[in-house]
């Protein structure tokens, strides 16, 4: 009788190897949208333009950017916590340690991200491209001034 018990515990340990991994793997699938879309979207050292479905690891955290000429840029977080998937592994040793060592045992919030990007106001606009020199006044001297009276000279 223990060895039955013995067989279907060493049969399911090995049947459950790594659960979470096989249940959804170590990496996770974030859409990032942003309103306007085309924006530039720099995340984990990657750059996409949006929308773009990101697959991200799940055992680390995240900081998005997302950034459109005329709009201000938008930056948020992606954090990672322990998934509810690997209790099943608590059972067995092994299948924990699996999803432990290849992040399978963890998940990514938020599943989504959908960013609305603000438009520049006038005063925090770039300033434009075109410069001005200042501008020089010079007096006119009384004799180029037609219909006036020229002023005696003192030597």
């Given at each position: 009788?223990?060895?039955s018990i013995?067989?279907?515990f060493a049969t399911a340990g090995l049947l459950l190897n790594g659960c979470a991994t096989l249940i959804h793997g170590s990496h996770q699938t974030i859409p990032i949208t942003s309103?306007?879309?085309g924006a530039q979207l720099n995340i984990g050292g990657s750059q996409y333009i949006t929308?773009?479905?990101v697959s991200l690891a799940r055992d680390q955290e995240y900081q998005a950017v997302i950034s459109k000429p005329g709009y201000e840029t938008q930056t948020t977080e992606i954090h990672s916590s322990f998934s509810a998937a690997t209790l099943v592994d608590l059972i067995f040793i092994i299948p924990w340690a699996v999803d432990l060592a290849d992040g399978a045992a963890y998940s990514l919030e938020p599943e989504s991200l959908e960013l609305r990007l603000q438009p520049l106001l006038a005063s925090t606009a770039a300033p434009s491209a075109v410069a001005t020199a200042p501008a020089t006044v010079t007096p006119a001297a009384a004799t180029d001034v037609?219909?006036?009276p020229v002023a005696p000279t003192r030597n």
């Open positions: 009788m223990k060895t013995v067989a279907i309103d306007p879309p929308p773009a479905d037609p219909g006036l």
